[in-house]
């Protein structure tokens, strides 16, 4: 007889994203004539950049003659788009990552998703509260979380670390000592940044105790501020205690395209049961070749031309559109009278919702009365409870319209 991976039972419901396509869909059904305004899902609107829709083509003709036809490609993914990956992304911020540290991926989702296969079932967890909840979720899969608790909203195994309004989002260094460490910043769903002596903190913390840090870089693009670091790896350290992923999804538009990557730096290491020292590097590139067969040749060279000087002018521009539209609904909700965070260095804000309901009874109402889409901060993480996200990856007038239509509700 067939058996499953009972660790699946331990999931809630559906994942949080798809749960709300599934409510949305189910409104607009009832109410076919509302004009839903979704700024749920972090997805971006704006078309890829020419220069890069242009230099796939390119690539595409090359795979349809016999000169230049390519076929599997290297397993970490071509150099031509590893070194300029470890040239503008590392050099040019005075980061020392070398392009074997570098694998190409299908997406920052999978890479985290994907990087618990290489770490011992009986590690510890901590997340911070809220959080990405793939994070948590492949770490349920793989049955690393305990059971979880309807009661406080939390798996039992798992060290969850607030970060809301009372502590300024800052999270703190937990007691209870983790080995594994999810750090997402600018932060997924908060929209909020931590210092560069914030994160040295974690790094510090992380070499005390032989615990490793995964880093989630995905919204770096976004960054405005001076003082926030772009990479882990600016942090002296780092590289003996992270793994950095990254992402061209919100950076260049390319959630339909598919292309990420994950920095693994050589000298990281992990321990057997019996204390040998491991390279995750080896074990990472591994599992890498055995799993996968590597991002296609017209996207890697529709990544490349991200770092072309025609590409990286054409990417500010969205993502200075995507950062206007996030300034717009901040302004516009605290011009309602709301209380919000984010959206400065991040696409994403963060809101309390009126006090008295819940986030999820604000998302109806925010659906029911305005017909708009955002994501309650309880899918998140228990701390999220009494927030919402919006996220900046609308289109300009969708914005305006969205913000207009709150207002009138909650002015
Ligand atoms: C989000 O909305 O949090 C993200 O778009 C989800 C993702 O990147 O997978």
Redesign the pocket.
């Known amino acids: 007889m067939i058996k499953i991976n009972e660790n699946f039972l331990k999931l809630q419901d559906s994942y949080l994203?798809s749960t709300i396509a599934k409510k949305v869909s189910e409104f607009q059904k009832e109410n076919p004539d509302a004009k839903i305004i979704k700024l749920?899902?972090?997805?971006v609107t704006r078309p890829i950049a020419n220069s890069i829709i242009s230099s796939m083509e390119n690539a595409v003709k090359e795979m349809g003659n016999s000169e230049t036809f390519r076929g599997y490609g290297p397993e970490q993914g071509y150099e031509f788009l590893r070194n300029k990956i470890v040239e503008f992304d590392y050099q040019k911020r005075g980061v020392d990552i070398s392009p074997d540290e570098v694998f190409i991926s299908d997406g920052?989702?999978c890479d985290c998703g994907n990087i618990v296969d290489i770490f011992s079932i009986n590690n510890k967890i901590a997340i911070t509260d809220p959080v990405?909840p793939?994070y948590l979720d492949t770490n349920v899969m793989s049955g690393r979380t305990g059971n979880y608790n309807s009661e406080t909203g939390k798996y039992d195994k798992i060290i969850y670390i607030p970060a809301t309004a009372e502590n300024n989002f800052v999270p703190q260094l937990p007691k209870e000592v983790p080995d594994i460490i999810y750090l997402c910043y600018p932060n997924?769903?908060t929209g909020t940044t931590l210092s560069k002596e914030e994160l040295t903190k974690w790094v510090e913390y992380a070499r005390e105790n032989s615990s490793i840090i995964l880093f989630d870089a995905?919204y770096e693009a976004f960054i405005t501020e001076s003082d926030v670091p772009h990479s882990i790896y600016e942090i002296e350290g780092a590289k003996e205690v992270a793994i950095e992923c990254r992402s061209f999804?919100k950076t260049a538009g390319f959630t339909g395209l598919r292309c990420a990557y994950m920095v693994v730096p050589k000298n990281l290491v992990g321990y057997t049961e019996n204390g040998q020292e491991i390279s995750l590097h080896k074990l990472w590139s591994r599992r890498h070749g055995t799993k996968f067969n590597g991002v296609s040749y017209p996207i890697q060279r529709a990544a490349e031309a991200v770092y072309s000087e025609e590409g990286q002018k054409e990417i500010r521009e969205n993502i200075k559109y995507y950062l206007e539209n996030a300034k717009t609904i901040k302004n516009g909700l605290q011009e309602a009278g709301f209380t919000v965070f984010g959206g400065v260095n991040s696409p994403y804000v963060w809101l309390k919702v009126p006090d008295g309901i819940t986030s999820w009874e604000f998302f109806d109402k925010l659906l029911s009365k305005a017909n708009v889409v955002g994501?309650p901060g309880v899918g998140f993480g228990p701390s999220g409870e009494g927030y919402f996200r919006l996220?900046g990856f609308g289109t300009k007038e969708n914005t305006a319209e969205a913000v207009e239509r709150i207002k009138k509700i909650w002015s």
């Open positions: 994203f749920g899902i972090g997805d920052a989702k990405y793939v997924n769903p995905a999804s994501t996220t």
